[in-house]
């Protein structure tokens, strides 16, 4: 009996100890590997095999970084942007808050996309919306969780 009771004890205390946070299966590091958009009837595809963009998504916020794959060498192509923020996911409604962005004119702006987990795959759809940009567009992107 003293052991049976010892027994009950350690489970309870080692289950007490694990977290009650699950973690979402979006969360991690992602890397780009397509996009494409559509804007009026026009679709086209906006990935850029000449650079690099990963995509960190923790329990609260997200963050996005994309640079050319030549460390800036040829001037006429450098690209270096990033922004981040804070997200919400409720079922595959992912809503993003741009709180940070290199242009500027693009910070508090809020994202809708609708997310899909698959094996290694992460795929968001939704609406790029800047009104005073006057950009409005349907975004596909496809990202590939990095290991």
């Given amino acids: ?28 590091t992602w ?3 397509s ?5 009026k009837d026009s679709t086209f ?5 000449k650079t690099k963009m990963i995509k960190i998504i923790n329990d609260s916020h997200f963050a996005f970084f994309n ?45 809708e996309f609708v997310v899909k987990v698959k094996n290694d795959t992460l795929i968001q759809k939704g609406i790029e919306k800047v009104e005073k940009l006057g950009i409005d567009r349907i975004i596909v992107e496809k990202y590939v969780r990095e290991k």
Avoid at 13 to 21: G, N, P, R, V, Y
């Fill in 1 to 28: 009996m003293k052991k049976a009771l010892s027994l009950l004890i350690l489970i309870l205390t080692i289950s007490a100890c694990t977290s009650d946070k699950k973690q979402n299966a979006i969360e991690g």
């Fill in 31 to 33: 890397r780009l590997i």
């Fill in 35 to 39: 996009a494409e958009t559509t804007e």
């Fill in 45 to 49: 595809s906006t990935f850029n095999a």
């Fill in 67 to 111: 640079h050319d794959l030549n460390n800036g060498k040829d001037s006429t192509a450098a690209v270096f942007f990033g922004g981040g923020g804070k997200y919400t996911l409720k079922d595959s409604m992912y809503t993003e808050n741009l709180e940070y962005f290199s242009n500027r004119q693009w910070e508090n702006n809020k994202f």
